[in-house]
């Protein structure tokens, strides 16, 4: 183990060294053991050992100890060869070379290996009878326009198809909870979000609508319609080796917060659309599939509040319809015990 006079000797340390020594004097420790596979004590065993003695934050412990043991295990389970792990390197720099504010290529990775929703349904877990939820992929972001129950998501000439949606967000007793904040983002009758147009800074297909006393929202939009994720990067030659597509089933985001209650990420898909059992990203679920009605009646869409402009060369609106059921930030606590215990 090397000494203090030893770690500021220029003879034995450069520059380099010397200079952070000014700053931050590194702990050393004696090299007592050597590991070995196979050996009863392990590549594995010694990290271990060198992060129990070095590291003072226990959740970083924690978090790096399960994730060498699960690397060092698929390394072993696998028998892993220099090729194939240089080959795994070289996908995640061309990941890191391809990703922009706009699209990063580790959370298509992330969600199209399953850990998104993973992660998510670890963190809020949902009691019976509450929505099921899902990660919110790359076009969320947090603070759209607010816009009252009731008004258009849609501006003037967006691409597609007239739809009415109607909602409520309810506690798990089914009262209606009010002025909840129920984010929605969607994509627009061509498959492409707001941000994917060449102003990316002019928010369409999204906003904030706040519920009302009675917990009801609703809105008039656009129907969506089925996209492909990002596929000309590593994410997409991936999918290809692995026989998967990219392409999304049709879907409206939402984000639904009130306080006192989990936050609820989800999405909703129209019974109609293809890909829903081979989804990409793996956040489609029964539950959130839901029937949509034609109204063509013109009656009916003046009493959903559609302006005449909106309804040139209309004949029919898809009227989408679904209840929220929120658990409180208790109930989730109590699940969460009750998984563990
Ligand atoms: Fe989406």
Request: one cysteine or more; charged letters at 25%.
């Amino acid at each position: 183990m090397a000494s203090l006079s030893q770690m500021k000797n220029p003879l034995l340390v450069g520059t380099a060294i010397r200079a952070q020594l000014e700053h931050e004097i590194p702990r050393d420790l004696p090299l007592e053991k050597d590991f070995k596979e196979g050996s009863g004590y392990t590549i594995t065993d010694h990290i271990d050992e060198l992060h129990e003695t070095l590291c003072k934050n226990p959740r970083t412990l924690e978090l790096i100890k399960g994730l060498t043991h699960a690397l060092h295990g698929f390394a072993r389970q696998t028998k892993l060869t220099h090729a194939e792990w240089a080959a795994t390197i070289d996908f995640l720099t061309r990941a890191g070379k391809i990703s922009t504010p706009a699209r990063n290529e580790f959370v298509l990775l992330s969600d199209t290996l399953g850990l998104s929703v993973l992660i998510d349904e670890l963190e809020h877990p949902k009691p019976e009878g509450c929505t099921e939820g899902c990660e919110p992929g790359p076009f969320f972001i947090a603070e759209p326009p607010i816009i009252k129950s009731g008004g258009s998501l849609s501006a003037p000439g967006t691409t597609g198809e007239r739809m009415w949606f109607s909602g409520s967000v309810r506690d798990t007793e089914g009262s209606g909870i009010p002025d909840a904040r129920v984010n929605v983002w969607q994509a627009d009758g061509d498959g492409l979000y707001d941000v994917q147009y060449s102003d990316p800074n002019i928010a369409n297909d999204r906003g904030c609508i706040p519920t009302e006393h009675d917990g009801t929202f609703n809105y008039r939009g656009i129907l969506p319609t089925a996209y492909p994720i990002p596929s000309d990067g590593p994410v997409g030659d991936l999918l290809k080796m692995l026989g998967r597509h990219p392409h999304r089933s049709s879907h409206l985001h939402f984000h639904i917060t009130a306080p006192g209650y989990d936050s609820l990420t989800s999405a909703l898909y129209p019974s109609h659309s293809p890909f829903l059992g081979t989804d990409p990203v793996f956040a489609t679920r029964k539950s959130l599939i839901c029937e949509l009605v034609e109204e063509k009646d013109s009656k009916k869409w003046k009493e959903m509040g559609f302006e005449e402009s909106e309804l040139q060369g209309v004949s029919r609106i898809w009227v989408w319809k679904f209840d929220f059921v929120l658990p409180t930030v208790k109930q989730v606590e109590d699940l969460k015990k009750s998984i563990q215990a």
